[in-house]
């Protein structure tokens, strides 16, 4: 059992099923059983991912001293995810809401509250961690610099990025030993941009998830493109990069190749995308070595 400390964004998220984008208006719509409410987050989503798959997750968040924060902390105990590193610090717990139709497209809006002005305060509360996991968050900076102190193993996803020089994330892709990111907002040739953060930051490895065209991974100036696994009954997409990543770190913490990890990771994407909301549908280590000798994903290899 590995043990891996996440730290990141916890909230409220709101999922709203609507008939089409983009969305004409009426006044009211009934999407019946098309709207609920969960425990979300970037944080939470990982740390429910790894500990589910088995790993000893420590997971460090804020959130307000509210009625929304008692559903946080009810979710994580029933799932046995230890809160006492989650601090009622902030005026108020983030939420979000997620609009998504029948073909898994989405639309998200989150709402941070004052999470990014707050600081945590950390201390060595992953001192006997394998990986630490860092959240593209304001109060995850001095976590970076504390890791990277330590000799911590660092993973960071930062989301949607569109310029290797971008402001907000420099700080993230400098420490970042294990980069993610989607390709959204990539104009231009896939292989070029994550060659390019490859040589300013030096990270080990960069992926890159591409959605239904699969991943990208970049290691040792080698590319590896992975096809993707055809899901016929796609629920909702939200927190799918989520579970690729806190996969991916599962099998890397236990010492499996990259390309493995990647292709398991992808497996228990696939999966979980079956599922409404970010922080479900995550399956068992056996469940997908299970399906790992059924599913073929094929592999190019590019220098």
């Known amino acids: ?28 719509d009934f999407p019946f059983f098309g709207v609920n409410s969960a425990v979300s987050g970037v944080g939470v989503n990982i740390a429910k991912a790894l500990k589910t798959l088995g790993d000893d997750v420590v997971l460090t968040s804020m959130t307000g001293n509210d009625f929304e924060s008692e559903q946080v902390f009810a979710e994580l105990d029933s799932v046995g995810i230890d809160t006492k590193h ?3 610090c902030l005026v108020a717990t983030p939420a979000s809401a997620v609009l998504y139709d029948d073909s898994g497209k989405r ?9 990014q002005e707050v600081e945590y305060g950390f201390s060595d509360e992953f001192a006997d961690c394998d990986i630490v996991i860092s959240g593209n968050i304001n109060f995850n900076r001095e976590l970076l610099r504390k890791a990277k102190a330590a000799g911590k193993t660092i993973a960071t996803d930062v989301q949607v990025l569109a310029n290797i020089n971008d402001d907000f994330n420099r700080e993230f892709l400098e420490n970042a030993d294990i980069l993610f990111l989607s390709d959204e907002e990539i104009n231009g040739d896939y292989r070029e941009f994550l060659r390019a953060i490859g040589e300013k930051y030096k990270n080990k490895i960069i992926v890159l998830g ?31 990069g989520d579970s690729l990543f806190s996969a991916f770190l599962h099998y890397y913490a236990k010492g499996t190749d990259p390309l493995e990890c990647l292709k398991k990771a992808e497996i228990f994407a696939s999966e979980k995308i079956k599922t409404n909301g970010a922080a479900k549908g995550f399956v068992s280590e056996s469940t997908i070595d299970e399906l790992s000798k059924k599913i073929v994903i094929d592999v190019q290899m590019f220098t």
Request: proline share 3%; hydrophobic share 40%; charged share 20%.
């Open 86 to 88: 989650i601090r009622k």
């Open 210 to 240: 591409m959605g239904v065209n699969g991943a990208l991974m970049y290691t040792d100036n080698t590319f590896y493109q992975l096809s993707a696994v055809k899901v016929e009954n796609v629920v909702n997409t939200v927190g799918v």
């Open 1 to 28: 059992m590995s043990k891996i400390f996440v730290s990141g964004l916890v909230n409220i998220e709101t999922t709203v099923k609507v008939r089409k984008f983009p969305i004409d208006y009426y006044p009211i």
């Open 107 to 115: 639309q998200i809006y989150c709402d941070l509250k004052d999470v």
